[in-house]
């Protein structure tokens, strides 16, 4: 059993950067893809990026590719999602998502094991 536990989210204006953390515990880190998902209020959780068991590959959505750049660290069990020019559509609780598996896991949502309870990302204009 995992547990994941998000923080680094925050009220940031537009153009801003923030650093997401989620740190792991209770399971062996390096066997799980990790995967950050968001959620705004009235939508469906949204996929936004993923990482493989090693850190050697990385997945984005549209949405965020060439703006959030994940990472990961196997030695603190910890995973990040490096966020910059951040816009006021980025809004949203951030979820952090493992499952033990290989590659860069899935984009849909309900495939994940384990979960963080969320953190929250405002982004003001």
């Known amino acids: 059993q995992v547990q994941l536990v998000e923080s680094g989210g925050g009220l940031v204006q537009a153009g801003g950067s923030l650093r997401l953390s989620c740190a792991a515990s209770?399971?062996?880190?390096?066997?799980?893809?990790m995967v950050w998902f968001r959620q705004a209020p009235g939508k469906d959780r949204q996929f936004v990026s993923s990482i493989t068991r090693s850190g050697a590959y990385t997945y984005y959505s549209d949405s965020v590719k060439g703006r959030f750049t994940i990472s990961r660290d196997n030695a603190k069990n910890t995973v990040y999602l490096q966020m910059n020019s951040l816009k006021p559509e980025d809004t949203a609780v951030y979820y952090c998502a493992a499952k033990d598996d290989y590659g860069l896991g899935s984009m849909n949502f309900h495939e994940y094991d384990y979960w963080g309870q969320g953190t929250q990302v405002t982004v003001s204009s």
């Open positions: 209770g399971g062996t880190f390096s066997r799980y893809v």
